[in-house]
């Protein structure tokens, strides 16, 4: 009988007790309710000063980059496969949904969101709207592809272009190698 061997994300869960700090594998780690998540994802989404909704998945992007590419160098993961199994298992670990990762090219790829915490936050607080509030979601999105694929950050652009806020069953991105 054949046998699966299955990838899964190895976490190593401190608490500093002096300074009153979450660590997972040696990052700071913060989990925020769907309250407070929707409400700065609101406050990026009102803000007319700059991008703010850019700034917001910029600065994910920057966050999970670091996050990833150092568990990966920390474990010793080269295959694209287990890097992706563990940016997926990652994104549930830290509450923020369920993603699989249609696929994935130095040219780009899909990615789909089965739930999504900001998504399903933001319908239980102020109901569906038209555009999409994952803007956290496109940030970690765009960290997967880079250091999965050992490229920069800013290398790649995401677009939402199916919501679960909007209504449908699943979100959906594309994403384009800049």
């Known amino acids: 009988m054949a046998t699966k061997k299955v990838t899964q994300v190895v976490l190593d869960e401190v608490f500093d007790s002096k300074d009153c700090r979450h660590y997972l594998n040696g990052k700071l780690n913060v989990l925020h309710c769907h309250h407070y998540a929707t ?28 996050v990833l590419s150092s568990y ?21 670990v830290v509450g923020l949904g369920k993603m699989k990762v249609e696929f994935l090219g130095s040219e780009g790829g899909a ?3 089965v739930h999504s915490h ?5 319908i239980k607080k102020w109901g569906k ?27 790649f652009d995401v677009r939402e272009i199916a919501s679960i806020v909007s209504g449908a069953n699943k979100s959906e991105f594309v994403v384009a190698a800049n």
């Not at 900001?118 to 933001?122: K, P, T």
Request: with cysteine; aromatic share 12%; hydrophobic share 45%.
């Open 72 to 92: 990966y160098e920390a474990h010793g993961l080269t295959s694209i496969a287990d890097r992706v199994a563990i940016a997926e298992e990652y994104y549930a």
């Open 39 to 66: 409400l700065y994802t609101q406050l990026a989404d009102d803000c007319t000063m700059l991008d703010a909704k850019q700034m917001l998945a910029e600065c994910a992007e920057d966050a999970f980059y670091a």
């Open 111 to 113: 990615v789909e969101l």
């Open 118 to 122: 900001v998504d399903e936050g933001w």
């Open 129 to 155: 709207r038209d555009e999409p509030v994952n803007f956290i979601g496109s940030g970690y999105i765009a960290a997967l592809f880079a250091a999965v694929l050992g490229k920069p950050t800013r290398s």
